[in-house]
């Protein structure tokens, strides 16, 4: 079952050229999703807006770390939550 904050939660975009990136909040909950949007690897930086705290990858359980560059390959897609 999806999160409420997936569903239904307050979106916030933010302006990446090669990756479509953006967060939704809802009460306590909020996600992150970001999916490279072109046929190459695309290495990328943590928009300093959501650079605080902890993030997980709901999809590998996996710590995402803010201010580390991240690699998504060619349409590739990441979903994490935000873990307090």
């Known amino acids: 079952m999806l999160p ?3 569903r239904r939660g307050n979106l ?3 302006p990446y050229t090669d990756v479509c990136i953006f ?3 809802a009460g306590t ?3 992150l ?3 490279n949007v072109r046929n190459s690897a695309v ?3 943590f928009p300093p807006a959501v ?3 902890r993030w997980e990858n709901i999809m590998d359980k996996s ?3 803010p201010g580390n560059a991240i690699t998504l390959e060619p349409y590739a897609y990441i979903i994490g939550n935000r873990v307090n």
């Open 12 to 14: 916030v975009s933010y």
């Open 51 to 53: 650079a605080a705290g």
């Open 43 to 45: 290495t990328f930086d």
């Open 63 to 65: 710590g995402l770390i």
């Open 23 to 25: 967060t939704r909040t």
């Open 29 to 31: 909950e909020e996600i």
């Open 33 to 35: 999703v970001m999916v």
């Open 4 to 6: 409420d904050a997936a």
